[in-house]
């Protein structure tokens, strides 16, 4: 896939200190709502990818990698879709007759783009406050 997606969420400064009461008590447990969110995300992005003739095998090759470590103590995960139509259904593409364009073709339009992926992180990026809030009321409450 050309194209890279990269989640960042602003303003979560409150949750913070529960995150770090809970890595503190159970290491790995965020690894749990990790894999819940992207799972939320995948469900959507895959919801909102049409299908056709050509595309319907670009619905079911969303994959989730397991979640990674990197510096500073972060942890992520991955989607990705392998499809080589990925990038230009999400994207959008040049629409070109009688072969490829340069090679004979000419152009005659432009398809826009889906954006399922872009749309699903945004709506996935309003739900996620609440989502962890009550994530951490439940791990939290458990501890207690």
Known sequence: MADDFELKFDGLES???RLE??????????EEILLSLGAMLKTSAKDKTPTGEN???LRN?????KVEYGANDTSFITMTNPSPLFHLIENGHKQVT???LGKGGTEVGFVEGKHMVETAMIELEQTLPATVDA???KVLGDLQ
């Open 15 to 17: 949750l913070q200190s």
């Open 55 to 57: 595309k319907k095998h």
């Open 98 to 100: 009688g072969g490829r």
């Open 21 to 30: 009461e809970v890595r503190a008590k159970f290491p790995f447990k965020e």
């Open 135 to 137: 994530w951490l009321d």
């Open 61 to 65: 090759q969303y994959k989730l990698s």
